[in-house]
């Protein structure tokens, strides 16, 4: 794939903000977040559900439905702010420069068409061959995705390929017409373990294959240690931590991502403890608090997080979280002198 090197960023998404404008009021799904991703990067995105992870994906896409709206930011794809785009540049955009892998393959192949016909739609629209030609891509790209027998599967109807086997097919869906930018809305959710790990292996020979980048969207912290390179952490619409995957699982700095490790199952502990579940209930979004979006939740809360949103600490290369927590502690966790004495008078001044 082409690069372009004036920019080292595929997708720039800056104070994103969307919501949903119902009958009972305005729910404020994403708040303002921001991301980068680069060439050849694997991004993951995690939190609960309800945190805004599909929303800020189909924004992306430009497949949000009413009521949803984009009401703020930017998303930049290689420079262009995807959102000015018409409906034309919108169809080129999706499929052919990025793609998406929904979360159930069950009801998102449509019954009536074969698996070919499905596989073929897209290539044809967006590239300038044959019926053939795109017949013969659909058999490769099945060859591709790890399914025997391709030749006779491009033929079949979904109801007659397996759970594992439809999943592989929206991921050959996802990459025939060889796109710079692929999302994957938790695509093993609905699968047992061992075709999840065989799902994952196949995206991670793919994606070093292509060099194409990922946006995963997942719960699940194990696949995002297996295929991710950085991680943001989503809660209450909002990213409250950000980082490589190492800092993520080894130097957690949010109380919200500790909670997420204390509650996954350790195979090297020694002396296993019980499983710790995060108390209390996510945050209605209908009514957002005025603070911190955690707070509610948090062990550590304190009067400032419950009166204002937590300022962004930067704490090693890349890696931040948005925590008064942090902030409080001083200049060991704030670098710049400046920063810690203007976040000492922001604490004050609210705290009176």
């Known amino acids: 794939m082409s690069v372009n090197k004036t920019n080292d960023k595929l997708l720039q998404?800056?104070?994103?903000?969307?919501?949903?404008?119902?009958?009972?009021?305005?729910?404020?799904?994403?708040?303002?977040?921001?991301?980068?991703?680069?060439?050849?990067?694997?991004?993951?995105?995690?939190?609960?559900?309800?945190?805004?992870?599909s929303v800020e994906a189909y924004s992306i896409m430009g497949l949000l439905q009413s009521p949803g709206k984009v009401i703020g930011g930017e998303i930049l794809f290689e420079g262009e702010n995807i959102l000015n785009y018409?409906?034309?540049?919108?169809?080129?955009?999706?499929?052919?420069?990025?793609?998406?892998?929904?979360?159930?393959?069950?009801?998102c192949?449509?019954?009536?068409?074969?698996?070919?016909?499905?596989?073929?739609?897209?290539?044809?629209?967006?590239?300038?061959?044959?019926?053939?030609?795109?017949?013969?891509?659909?058999?490769?790209?099945l060859e591709l995705v790890g399914i025997s027998n391709p030749e006779r599967r491009v033929d079949q109807y979904p109801h007659e390929l397996s759970g594992g086997m439809r999943q592989r097919v929206m991921i050959g869906?996802?990459?025939?017409?060889?796109?710079?930018?692929?999302?994957?809305?938790?695509?093993?959710?609905?699968?047992?373990?061992?075709?999840?790990?065989?799902?994952?292996?196949?995206?991670?020979?793919?994606?070093?294959?292509?060099?194409?980048?990922?946006?995963?969207?997942?719960?699940?912290?194990?696949?995002?240690?297996k295929i991710c390179d950085r991680v943001s952490v989503m809660y209450a619409g909002?990213?409250?931590?950000?980082?490589?995957?190492?800092?993520?699982?080894?130097n957690s700095a949010h109380p919200y991502t500790l909670g997420l490790m204390r509650s996954m199952p350790r195979l090297d502990d020694l002396d296993p403890e019980r499983l710790e579940s995060i108390e209390g209930t996510p945050v209605d979004m209908l009514n957002p608090p005025k603070g911190c979006g955690f707070g509610n939740r948090c062990?550590?809360?304190?009067k400032i997080c419950l009166r204002a949103d937590p300022p962004q600490i930067e704490i090693g290369d890349g890696h931040w979280s948005k925590c008064w927590l942090l902030a409080m502690k001083g200049q060991e966790e704030v670098k710049n002198p400046e920063t810690a004495a203007s976040l000492k008078e922001e604490v004050d001044l609210i705290e009176s």
């Open 238 to 250: 909002k990213i409250v931590e950000q980082g490589k995957v190492d800092d993520i699982f080894y």
């Open 13 to 53: 998404v800056k104070d994103l903000k969307v919501s949903f404008f119902t009958p009972a009021g305005e729910v404020k799904a994403v708040g303002g977040i921001d991301y980068e991703l680069g060439y050849n990067e694997v991004m993951g995105i995690v939190g609960e559900s309800g945190s805004g992870k």
């Open 109 to 141: 192949l449509n019954p009536v068409y074969t698996v070919g016909n499905q596989l073929m739609e897209g290539i044809m629209v967006h590239k300038n061959i044959s019926k053939e030609e795109a017949k013969k891509k659909a058999i490769e790209m």
């Open 299 to 302: 062990e550590y809360c304190m």
């Open 173 to 225: 869906m996802g990459l025939i017409c060889e796109p710079k930018l692929l999302i994957a809305d938790e695509p093993t959710t609905a699968l047992d373990v061992t075709i999840q790990a065989q799902i994952l292996e196949l995206m991670k020979e793919i994606q070093e294959r292509t060099k194409m980048s990922i946006i995963f969207i997942t719960h699940n912290l194990g696949v995002v240690a």
């Open 86 to 107: 018409n409906e034309k540049q919108m169809e080129d955009f999706r499929g052919n420069k990025a793609s998406m892998i929904f979360q159930n393959p069950m009801t």
